[in-house]
Every structure is written in C-alpha cells, then in structure tokens.
C-alpha cells in the first residue's frame, strides 16, 4: 500500500524507468552495460517505492498515551522553552527519520486541533539544533480533555522539499490516523507537558502509530 502523496511520482517514475529499460534493450549493444543501466533504473524504482510505502498500523488508542507520530529514531529527549506556540517550558522528545523510513505523520494522540501553521524556511540537515526554528516546517497543537494540549512540529529535512500537513483548525481527530506527510528524510519534534513519563530512551528506534513516547 502506498500512500496517496506518492502516487503521481510513482507513476512518472515507472513511465520514465519503463522507457529507459525499452530504450537500453534496443540502443545499448554491450550486454554488461546494458544490464547494469537496467538494474539501476530498477533500483531507483524500488527505492521510490519504498519510500512512498504506507504500511497499517494497529493502533490502541488511549487519552493516556502519547504515541510515535512518525517512524525513526529519537534523537533528542530534554527540557526546552517552547516559544511559538506555549511560550513556556516543555518536554521536547524529537524522532529523525532517513530515507529509509516510513514517512507517513501520525497523530500522536486524539483530540482537537486548537493550532496549525506553516512556516517556511531553510533545508539544513534534520539533526541540526537550529532545524526547529529554521527549517521549512508545520506546527500543530492537539488538545486532548485528558492529557491537555500536546504540540508536534514537522521539520524538513537537507533532502525534504514540501511538507504535507492535514491538520486544520477546529477539526477532531482520532490518535494514529493520517496527519501528514514528509517527503525525503526529516524530523518531528514532540513538546509535552513537563509531568509526561518519557518511556523511550535516547537513539531508540520506534514505530508511528504504535510505540508509546509518553505517558
């Protein structure tokens, strides 16, 4: 299953893999040559597969939990001052995804969203500490009646040139469904109230949409 923000790519992609297979089988007389030029058009196909790939997530949801919103690793767990959106302190729990990763954005608790913006800007390298407030990037804010309001920020990355967001103000919506999309290797930030029980660990791995971050 793919996830609809990649369709038109693939679909240009295979096009474009398909001639330039057709166009080497009959302009390229050197078997080796021809060969190599086929498997690596292939590869990139694979490769642009993998990437748009939107496996299901079972999801249990719970006002209690806050859930990985993207898959990845966690790179940053630390107290930080909020100033776009709390304007006070929090706890910053940040996920880095390669391009390997699934890049599909999850939401990371049910609710609903009280704040949702874009902001353009710089495409420094998704671990950079000024990625947060320098980068292309969305802001969302989930209020959620038992765990109270949770922010998570899309971040693009060096190779990451548009990011999808589906957040919109007002509207209710349900922990691990569908917020968003990253395209090409990023970051989400998580800023959560000071009394949230961290429960992953520096340079751990999770998945979106099933491993809990906090509780």
Do not use: C
């Amino acid at each position: 299953m793919f996830h609809k923000e990649g369709h038109k790519i693939i679909i240009v992609t295979f096009i474009l893999i398909a001639i330039g297979v057709i166009t080497a089988q009959f302009y390229i007389h050197t078997y080796w040559l021809k060969t190599l030029v086929q498997l690596s058009l292939l590869a990139i196909l694979i490769l642009i597969l993998q990437f748009f790939r939107n496996p299901k997530r079972s999801t249990t949801i719970s006002d209690e939990n806050i859930i990985a919103p993207v898959d990845g690793k966690v790179v940053v767990i630390e107290e930080v001052f909020e100033k776009e959106y709390f304007k006070e302190k929090r706890i910053q729990v940040s996920i880095f995804m390669s391009p390997i990763n699934v890049h599909v954005t999850r939401y990371a608790l049910s609710g609903i969203v009280k704040y949702s913006k874009y902001h353009p800007g710089k495409y420094l390298v998704a671990w950079h500490p000024k990625a947060s407030e320098e980068n292309e990037r969305t802001t969302v804010v989930i209020n959620n009646p038992g765990y109270g309001e949770v922010l998570y920020r899309q971040i693009a990355g060096a190779l990451a040139k548009r990011i999808v967001n589906y957040a919109e103000v007002g509207e209710e919506v349900m922990q691990g469904t569908d917020a968003g999309f990253i395209k090409f290797g990023s970051r989400v930030d998580l800023f959560l109230p000071l009394n949230a029980k961290i429960q992953v660990a520096l340079h751990q791995k999770v998945k979106g949409g099933v491993d809990v971050i906090a509780s």
